[in-house]
């Protein structure tokens, strides 16, 4: 767990079931996430259990709730900071039509590598993924390959 003067950043637990309802069940916020938008707390359990609690513990992967301290649940800022000497790079990703994250990426400093197609399930239809990557080491040679290693249809667009 992590406190701030306002916020505690800590690990998702069983009691956080309403708190992700109310995230994953808005149409606004699924538009770019690969799930349709929750439909009840039992499924949303379902989820919580293995995509949040059973992944605590793999060291490559992180999902954080982020509360305000004087109720521990609403979620309100996002912030982060990153020591050079343990991380060589970061990458995100984006949807092609997701425009604001686009805008993150680039304001951080990210630069675009590569896209990728990829089959969303449940929704079954075709996304193309823009990967961005930002090396701390100042190893600009270096590009993830994890995803055009992954997809079949990987491509470099002419983008700027």
């Known amino acids: 767990m992590l406190l701030t003067n306002r916020l505690i950043i800590r690990k998702f637990n069983i009691d956080d079931i309403e708190a992700l309802f109310s995230i994953l069940s808005d149409k606004d916020v699924n538009k770019y ?22 992944t605590n513990n793999i060291r490559t992967f992180y ?3 982020v509360c305000l301290k004087e109720n521990n649940n609403d979620n309100n800022d996002f912030g982060y900071a990153l020591k050079k000497d343990n991380i060589k790079y970061i990458t995100a990703t ?9 805008e993150v990426m680039k304001k951080i400093g990210m630069i675009y590598k590569y896209s990728y197609e ?3 399930q449940p929704k079954n239809f075709l996304v193309i993924f823009r990967m961005y990557q930002l090396n701390l080491d100042e190893n600009n040679e270096r590009v993830y ?9 990987c491509f470099i667009e002419n983008i700027f």
């Open 33 to 54: 996430l690969p799930w349709f938008p929750f439909e009840n707390l039992e499924y949303t359990k379902k989820h919580l259990e293995n995509f949040y609690l059973n």
């Open 63 to 65: 999902r954080y709730a």
């Open 94 to 102: 984006h949807d092609i039509n997701n425009i604001a994250s686009y």
């Open 118 to 120: 990829e089959l969303w």
């Open 145 to 153: 390959k994890g995803y055009s290693s992954k997809y079949i249809n």
